[in-house]
C-alpha cells in the first residue's frame, strides 16, 4: 500500500510567525523530519487517517482523522519554541534555517542538477573510533575517576543504524571502564545504563548528549525534573546525575570528523 500524506497548515494570521504544516498519515509508526514546503514548516505527523469502519448505508470505508495524543503535545510544544524565536535577537538564536534547493527541472529546462549526500559522523568503525575518543577527550575537567560518563543517543527502534550505537558504546568501555552510551528510543536504555554504573561501582555520572545540539531530549528527557529523566531516574538508584547542556558540535574531535566527510564530497 501506497504511503498517503496530507498536510494540514495553520496559519500566523498577521503575528508574522513561521506557518506550522502538520503531516497526516495512515500508520501511526511513520515518523517525520523538519522540512520546508511552500515557505511552511513541516514538521511531524500528528494524527492518522484511518479507515476501519464500514457505513451502513454506503458500504464503504469511513475515514476518520485520529489524533496522537504524544505528537499534539510535541506540535504543540514546538510552536510555543517557533513564537518564542520571534522575541530574541539573531546573536541569541541557536537554530539554523536551510533552504532546500529543488532537484526537479521543469519541461523546457535540459541541464541536468545532482545533489551528492556526505557520509554520517558515524559512517564506518574508524569513524567511530574517532568519535569514541573524541568524546573522551572533552569530557569535563572535573570529573573524577570513579565518576561515569553517560552519554544519551537519540537511538531508534526501527532502523539498522541503530547497530552503530552498540558500536560506539562498545569503543567508549573498551577506552574507559566508566563511560556508557544510552538511547532515547534505541536498545541501549537507561536501565543498561543504571546496571553498568551500579556495576562500575558509580556514584556520580555526568549526563552529557550525544546529539548535534542540546535539544529538548537533553533538556527534558536527560536533565529534567520529571520521574522519568534519565537524572531522576539515576538518582533513585543513589546514583548522582550531573548534567551537561552542549551538543556534540561544541566538540572539536566531532566536528573534525563531519569536515573530513565534507572534504571528500569536494574531492
Not at 514538521?43 to 454506503?58: K, V
Not at 495524543?69 to 539573531?90: C, E, P, Q
Request: glycine share 10%; hydrophobic share 40%; proline share 3%.
Amino acid at each position: 500500500m501506497k504511503k498517503h500524506w496530507t498536510f494540514c497548515y495553520f496559519g500566523s494570521g498577521g503575528l508574522d510567525l513561521p506557518v506550522m504544516g502538520q503531516a497526516i498519515t495512515r500508520y501511526r509508526e511513520q515518523g517525520g523530519g523538519l522540512t520546508v514546503i511552500d515557505g511552511s514548516l513541516i514538521t511531524i505527523p500528528f494524527a492518522t487517517r484511518e479507515q476501519n469502519e464500514i457505513d451502513p448505508i454506503t458500504g464503504g470505508l469511513l475515514t476518520k482523522l485520529m489524533p496522537i495524543a504524544d505528537r499534539v503535545k510535541k506540535l504543540a510544544s514546538m510552536s510555543i519554541h517557533w513564537a518564542r524565536l520571534k522575541g530574541k535577537s539573531n546573536s541569541e538564536k541557536n537554530v539554523a534555517i536551510v533552504k532546500e534547493t529543488s532537484l526537479f527541472l521543469s519541461a523546457n529546462e535540459t541541464e541536468s542538477v545532482s545533489a551528492v549526500v556526505g557520509k554520517p559522523l558515524l559512517f564506518d568503525f574508524e569513524d567511530t573510533g574517532r568519535v569514541a575518543r573524541a568524546l573522551l577527550d572533552d569530557a569535563p575537567e572535573q570529573r573524577e575517576e570513579s565518576d561515569a560518563l553517560v552519554f544519551m543517543g537519540h537511538g531508534s527502534a526501527h532502523h539498522p543504524s541503530d547497530f552503530f550505537y552498540e558500536a560506539l558504546a562498545a569503543f567508549l568501555i573498551d577506552l574507559d571502564k566508566r563511560a556508557f552510551l544510552g538511547t532515547v528510543e534505541g536498545e541501549l536504555s537507561i536501565e543498561d545504563i543504571v546496571r553498568q554504573c551500579k556495576e562500575a561501582g558509580c556514584e556520580k555520572a555526568w549526563l552529557i548528549p550525544f546529539m548535534a545540539a542540546a535539544g529538548d531530549h537533553a533538556v527534558n528527557d536527560m536533565a529534567g525534573d520529571d520521574e522519568d529523566s534519565w537524572k531522576s531516574i539515576l538518582g533513585r538508584e543513589g546514583i548522582e546525575g550531573v548534567p551537561i547542556l552542549r551538543g556534540i558540535l561544541d566538540c572539536a574531535g566531532i566536528r573534525d570528523v563531519w569536515l573530513d566527510h565534507l572534504a571528500e564530497i569536494g574531492e
